[in-house]
Each structure stands twice: as C-alpha cells, then as structure tokens.
C-alpha cells in the first residue's frame, strides 16, 4: 500500500509540473511579452489590433490609444486591444483577387466625396422620434380596442359574451361517483 500511494502522489506531481510547463508557462511568457510591447509604444508605429484592424499611432493614453486609418480617419481602440508593431512585410497591400493579365476595373471614384445627406436640426430629429413613438401608441390602442370589442360581441356570436357549456351531464355524475 505505501508503494501505491508513492506511486500515486509523484504521478500527481509530474501532473503539475507538466501543468506548469505546458500551460502556464508560456502564458506568462506570452502576457510578458505583450506588456513589453505596450510599454515601448511610441505614437507613429504602425500596429496590428486584436480585430485585425491596420493604423498608425497617433496618441496614447493610460488605458486607450487613438489609431489613425487613413488621413482623417481615427479610431479609439483599448491599448490591450493592439496586439503587437507591424513589421515590414507583414502587410498584403494588394487586396485584389486579380490574376496577372487580368483586367482590373477602375475605381468608381474618390472616396472623400461629400455625400448629399439633408441636415437635421436636433429639434426635428426629436419631433420624428416623438412622432413614430405616438403612432406606435395610437396603433396599440386601436388594436386593443378591436380586442375589446371582439371580446364584447362574444366569439361564439353570443350577445351576452358567455361561453355555451355542452358538456355532457355523465362527466358530472362520473365526477360525483
């Protein structure tokens, strides 16, 4: 018994130690490397995010960083949502899934033309949100209604709204017996 029972703690030990080194280990390593890669960030380093978004550093702060797209277009992300500095080749710039000889169609236009969108005063918008709120309402009160009065005129065409019972009296006396 004394045999088995070495046995069985040093397997529950190597367990652990394989536990160790198979898991916990090389996450250490991993969070490590990562907090490294935070800390030596510096605005205009080109970053990979953990949604797989490309951007340049614009600025960082404690807990978030500003990316920038393209000229003009910047996004505010988490900085433990940057996953680690893009090295050069780590890009495929041409996403195209042209074959070489292929023609390859033209562009429809410049992408920063303004689009014709009317503008809304804040007052207006919030008229239209009360407005479609209000017909909402007026809708469920008219559907109610309609209710009430299917419930009123009795859904078998009785007058009174009473059910008829034909049940049959021997259920009764079953019930009694």
């Known amino acids: 018994m ?3 029972l ?4 040093v397997m529950i030990g190597l367990m652990i130690v394989a536990f160790y080194l198979l898991i916990l280990r090389p996450q250490r390593k991993r969070q490590a490397e990562q907090r490294a890669t935070l800390e030596n960030l510096q605005p205009g380093t080109r970053v990979l995010t953990s949604t797989g978004v490309y951007g340049n550093l614009v600025r960082l702060g404690e807990r978030q960083a500003v990316i920038e797209l393209s000229p003009g277009h910047e996004m ?13 080749g780590d890009e495929d710039l041409e996403m195209t899934s042209a ?17 014709d969108e009317p503008e809304y005063t804040d007052s207006e918008v919030q008229n239209s949100q009360w407005r ?16 009430d009065d299917q419930v009123d005129a009795g ?3 009785d007058e009174g709204g009473s059910v008829s019972d034909d049940t049959d009296d021997t259920t009764d006396t079953n019930r009694k017996a």
């Open 2 to 4: 004394d045999q088995n």
């Open 6 to 9: 070495l046995t069985s703690i």
């Open 76 to 88: 505010t992300v988490v900085k433990h949502a940057i996953v680690r500095v893009v090295q050069p």
């Open 99 to 115: 074959r070489p000889g292929d023609e390859v169609p033209e562009p429809l236009g410049p992408l920063d033309e303004p689009v």
């Open 132 to 147: 479609s709120y209000a017909d909402e309402a007026d809708d469920d009160q008219a559907d109610s209604e309609a209710a």
């Open 155 to 157: 859904v078998d065409g």
